[in-house]
């Protein structure tokens, strides 16, 4: 979190015990792939080879994907955070630098800090109607209804979240 002259921001952060856990869950996957390229090259006869030889490569491509993607997404997040600019009135996401979404602040009805297994963040109930307060411009996932909230911004703390509560007046 930062303070400028405009209003507070606020910056996604990845916990270290979930980078942790994808960093080992990608490493599994990822020497499982090359296990399945390696086993498969070197154990089938040339015959066989011949046939199963690309569906192999490609299971074994696939599960390094599978494991390195999200660990790699996670690790971009950390270098570019997302960002959420609050001045009082107005409510930016901002995804790479660019907007995502704006609202009014007087058309949130309630925030709360959101926590599963895997995912933390920040939801967002709107006061209805939404079409008259939000203005969105991407980002699906951003969207997605978690827990009966109408936004979820993902991997903002519970920290931040507190110092925003006490900067606004009740």
Do not use: C
Request: without cysteine.
């Amino acid at each position: 979190m930062s303070n400028s002259s405009q209003g507070m921001i606020f910056y996604s952060s990845i916990k270290p015990k979930l980078m942790k856990k994808t960093l080992m869950r990608g490493t599994l996957l990822g020497s499982a792939g090359v296990l399945v390229i390696l086993g498969g090259g070197t154990m089938l006869p040339i015959a066989q080879l011949e046939f199963w030889g690309l569906p192999i490569l490609l299971a074994g491509l696939l599960l390094i994907a599978v494991g390195l993607v999200p660990q790699r997404k996670l690790a971009k997040l950390e270098i570019n955070p997302h960002e959420i600019h609050f001045d009082g009135e107005r409510v930016l996401f901002l995804q790479n630098a660019d907007t995502v979404f704006d609202l009014p602040f007087s058309g949130i009805e309630k925030i709360d800090y959101l926590e599963n297994k895997q995912l933390y963040g920040w939801g967002l109930r709107l006061k209805k109607p939404i079409e008259n307060t939000l203005t969105k411009k991407g980002a699906t996932f951003i969207t997605q209804h978690f827990e009966g909230y109408d936004l979820f911004l993902p991997y903002f703390t519970k920290r931040s979240l507190a110092e925003l509560h006490s900067q606004i007046p009740a």
